[in-house]
């Protein structure tokens, strides 16, 4: 989505951005011609790196540090967002702690870990983001899980998978809610990553390999184009039949 003011550069954040999925998607939001909030919890380095390399490319680029499961410091990074940039036009809800532990080994602060960083983060950042969308609307992309929109057994992580049930039924209500606003709220699940914790082999792969950065960023773009402005509450499973 771009800003229809040609003299104004349209802005995106992008939480859990210090590597992976996140520092993919951010640099392909910079090709696309967006300013930047990279967001970290404890990845500095890796981040600062990033921020730096895309000011050789003549990006704005802000970096902010923030335990997203605390309203306060979601407040901080709004509050740096509002001061450099003064509007945000993309949200993308990418953060998230997969912690591959047994359920019935499952310790608090796993759970924790788990659900805070994807439902309550999403929630939080989410609501506090609404007032730097301008008149024209925005985008708003958040990460699930190719099973996220089902009810069934997991043996591992389970704050994690609660996490992104919760983040699915996010996606559509706050869809409901801000389309009026001109705001679509959609939802990206891959299934394994090529960066994938406990990546199984190939073999075991329906598609035969698992799914690319490339890929989901594809899938961003779509999301963010004039053609997605009436596409919001959607879930775009990008799976490789992983899960069906």
Not at 67 to 81: C, N, T, Y
Not at 113 to 139: E, H, N, Y
Request: net charge positive; charged share 20%.
């Amino acid at each position: 989505m771009k800003s229809s003011s040609s003299s104004v550069k349209p802005v995106a954040l992008v939480t859990g951005a210090s590597g992976g999925l996140g520092a993919c998607l951010a640099r392909e939001l910079a090709d696309l011609g967006y300013s930047l909030v990279l967001h970290h919890r404890s990845g500095a380095t890796q981040t600062l790196r990033l921020a730096r390399q895309l000011r050789k490319q003549g990006v704005a680029t802000e970096v902010v540090q923030a335990d997203l499961a605390r309203p306060s410091e979601v407040d901080r990074l709004i509050h740096r967002i509002r001061h450099r940039f003064g509007h945000l036009d993309v949200l993308i809800n990418n953060a998230g702690t997969y912690r591959p532990t047994p359920l019935l080994r499952t310790r608090p602060e796993d759970w924790s870990a788990g659900i805070d960083s994807t439902a309550t983060a999403v929630f939080l950042v989410t609501r506090a983001v609404l007032p730097l969308f301008r008149k024209q609307g925005g985008r708003i992309i958040n990460l699930g899980d190719s099973a996220g929109d089902r009810l069934s057994a997991r043996r591992l992580a389970p704050g994690y998978h609660v996490g992104k049930v919760g983040v699915t039924l996010l996606t559509r209500s706050f869809a409901a809610q801000l389309i009026r606003r001109g705001i679509t709220v959609n939802l990206l699940s891959p299934g394994y990553l090529e960066n994938s914790i406990d990546l199984p082999p190939s073999r075991l792969l329906p598609s035969g390999r698992a799914i690319s950065f490339d890929e989901i960023a594809a899938g961003m773009r779509y999301l963010l184009s004039p053609e997605a402005a009436q596409v919001t509450g959607t879930n775009l499973i990008i799976s490789g039949g992983w899960n069906l």
